[in-house]
């Protein structure tokens, strides 16, 4: 056994378990502790020991080794070097990993009645063999199984044991219970699952586990696209207390959830003139600007307001511009959590901190009294290639792969990053109800749709122009996960001139010739690795790109039976997978003419639902309510008529049809901004239309317009 795969293992492993306030490990935290377990040993110097601990594979000769560790003279020093016990955390945790690696394990089977009759074959069988489409690594002889009916009305039907590590099995294309042919014509992975007890007649019920705050989000009830899912050791004392019939619910806590701000920035800052302040602002643990002459800066209500001050105090003959935005910025845009990079010049870093304050005017400081407090992580000197930016301060957070490349440079494990991840964070939620309310979309589509992208793991939304394509996938991911976690969504664009190298990995130039780097879908992947949470990976305007040569490998790895399956990527020597939680939706306008048909290799991958326009669903209905304009009403009665006669038009038909975001993206909806929807956006789309029929246009742009007149 390989150190790399124990690591690999570990990691994984680490993705799956809460921490005593019951959140999930961040990727950050467990790439710190990964990394103290695999060099920090060597610093202890200790003889006949490992350096790299993922060679150590069993819990008793790790045991002596954590011995060793722990009584070496130097292992607190080596332990608090970074400041944040990454190495004694690691250690304590990869002992608890080989223990539970060499007990047995507790998987969930899921069996879908349409292609298989579970019922019949658990009640009939006293073995069963399943097919298994992730974890293969984890699951040994021994482990516990629990067999798992899907549906709406289903739950566990049986409790088993696993017979024998995951092989290749050749199909029984004579069994009596398959529904299907498409299920398991070829050789698969599988294992063999002795049935110890059948629960046909008192069914673990999915709504019973979905009601209680410790089993409700069970990878087998959050997103349940595969054959087989991880149980905790706490899931499954509930399942085994229910069985047993010694159950007590433990219902959802009705607290609120805390509202967190957005996803943290990254800033460069100097500190005073050629950085003169550095050294005192490191050791009081602060940063702070100049212009004290302004006062709290959180007087003034607008960055024109502070500009004009400026002008006043310091003389009109500059425009403050860069002043302005600075001193705004750092009383109103920084925030607790953001990541400061601190220069000397253009071309040196000197530091690195963690805000941890926000803004106070200090009038007991001679100057600079404009301060944050900031826990500073790195002290020192480090090369930038280039120059920087001239300002005092500048968010760089729009540059992702500028600011991960200064953080990369910072080669210590980052305490913060690793601290912060003890703390709870918290989104606000988000469910179907407020999807429904916000997506005119009736349940039953919301359902299909919910339903297609689980399936498929691959969707793609397109409708015409106005449909709110985008703003439904984005709800449609929240809803998923029942919370606003932005940092599980990432939304990208296409183009004609995008490629492979945009969008996964390849060279780029830079000073001193190329360098690889890596687009922002193999990143996502490596964020949501670790993680068992869905992930959502949204692709505006997918058919606009040349997509075979976008996504190039990725085309068998993003399939949803292939999710797991590793391939040598292009450009580097490195196995890549697609992670089994990563979800993909893309949008496409169905009235962009000027498009090539997108690619049947892709299509084949994708599942298509088209949005319509929601001008007669309840939720458009109660919105137009609200309103109350009689001119509002009498325009979109004049739309759906056009539409009507969108879709009857040869040339055009349903994919051309007026979407209605075009008349729910604004909160007032006064005379003067039908008539600007009218003339501005809605004709000028006509012309388009109809350029060879200017008739047409006329008629329908006199009906518009006389809809909105008094």
Not at 214 to 230: D, E, H, V
Not at 375 to 388: A, F, L, P, S
Not at 667 to 672: F, L, M, T
Request: net charge negative.
């Amino acid at each position: 056994m390989t150190a790399t795969y124990l690591k690999n293992d570990f990691q994984n492993w680490m993705g799956r378990q809460k921490k005593k306030n019951g959140e999930l490990y961040k990727p950050n935290t467990i790439q710190a502790y990964t990394q103290a377990l695999q060099s920090d040993t060597a610093k202890l110097r200790l003889e006949g020991i490992a350096t790299n601990l993922f060679q150590v594979t069993y819990s008793d000769e790790f045991e002596e080794v954590y011995e060793q560790i722990i009584s070496a003279p130097h292992f607190k020093e080596v332990d608090l070097s970074k400041g944040n016990a990454a190495y004694s955390k690691g250690l304590s945790l990869y002992s608890t990993f080989l223990k539970e690696r060499e007990a047995p394990s507790v998987w969930i089977f899921q069996g879908n009645p349409k292609y298989y009759d579970v019922i019949n074959a658990v009640k009939n069988l006293d073995s069963i063999t399943w097919a298994v489409n992730q974890y293969p690594k984890q699951i040994k002889a021994g482990d516990k199984a629990y067999i798992w009916l899907s549906g709406s009305g289903g739950g566990i039907i049986a409790v088993g044991t696993v017979q024998g590590d995951p092989k290749m099995t050749e199909p029984h294309l004579e069994d009596p219970y398959n529904r299907s042919e498409e299920l398991n014509r070829e050789p698969y992975l599988a294992v063999d699952i002795k049935i110890e007890e059948k629960l046909v007649d008192s069914i673990v019920e999915r709504t019973t586990l979905l009601a209680d705050e410790r089993t409700k989000k069970m990878g087998i009830l959050t997103y349940p696209g595969a054959t087989n899912f991880p149980v905790t050791k706490e899931e499954d004392a509930v399942i085994t207390s229910i069985i047993h019939q010694t159950y007590e619910p433990a219902v959802s806590s009705s607290a609120e959830p805390i509202q967190s701000k957005d996803k943290k920035r990254y800033w460069i800052y100097a500190p005073g003139r050629d950085s003169s302040k550095w050294e005192e602002f490191y050791t009081k643990g602060i940063m702070a600007i100049g212009w004290d002459k302004l006062g709290d800066l959180k007087q003034y209500k607008t960055k024109d307001a502070m500009k004009t001050k400026m002008k006043e105090i310091y003389g009109e003959e500059y425009s403050y511009k860069n002043a302005g935005h600075a001193t705004w910025q750092f009383a109103n845009d920084l925030t607790i959590g953001d990541v400061v990079i601190v220069k000397k010049g253009r071309q040196k870093m000197i530091g690195r901190g963690i805000v941890t304050s926000n803004y106070t005017f200090d009038d007991s400081r001679q100057e600079y009294k404009h301060k944050r407090e900031i826990h500073w992580t790195h002290k020192g000197e480090w090369d930038h290639e280039g120059q920087m930016a001239m300002k005092t301060l500048t968010d760089i957070t729009p540059y992702t792969d500028y600011y991960k490349k200064l953080e990369a440079m910072f080669e210590d494990v980052l305490e913060e990053e690793v601290l912060q991840d003890e703390e709870v964070s918290h989104y606000d939620s988000y469910t179907v109800d407020d999807f429904l309310s916000e997506v005119y979309m009736s349940e039953e589509k919301y359902n299909t749709l919910k339903s297609l992208l689980m399936k498929k793991k691959n969707l793609i939304l397109s409708g015409a122009p106005g449909v709110g394509k985008t703003f439904a996938a984005e709800r449609l991911a929240y809803s998923i996960m029942g919370e606003k976690d932005t940092s599980r969504v990432l939304t990208i664009q296409f183009h004609q001139s995008y490629s492979y190298e945009d969008f996964m990995m390849g060279y780029r130039p830079t000073k001193n010739g190329f360098s690889l780097s890596e687009g922002p879908f193999y990143q996502f992947c490596k964020e949501a690795e670790p993680d068992d949470r869905p992930y959502f990976f949204i692709i505006d305007e997918i058919n606009r790109g040349n997509l075979s040569k976008i996504f190039g490998e990725l085309l068998m790895l993003i399939e949803h039976d292939k999710r797991g399956k590793a391939l040598r990527l292009l450009y580097s020597d490195e196995q890549f997978f697609v992670p089994d939680n990563v979800y993909i939706i893309g949008m496409m306008n169905t009235a962009d003419r000027s498009l090539a048909m997108i690619d049947y290799a892709l299509r084949r991958r994708f599942a298509f639902y088209e949005v319509e326009p929601a001008f007669e669903s309840e939720g458009f209905k109660a919105y137009q309510d609200t309103i109350g304009n009689e001119q509002f009403n009498r325009l979109i009665k004049a739309v759906i008529e056009l539409n009507d006669d969108i879709v009857e038009d040869p040339s055009l038909g349903t994919g051309f049809r007026i979407g209605h975001s075009y008349f729910s993206s604004i909160d007032h909806h006064d005379d003067r901004w039908l008539f600007e929807v009218v003339e501005y956006e809605l004709i000028p789309l006509l012309n388009e239309y109809w350029f060879d029929e200017p008739s047409k246009v006329e008629q329908w742009s006199g009906r518009l317009r006389g809809a909105i007149r008094d």
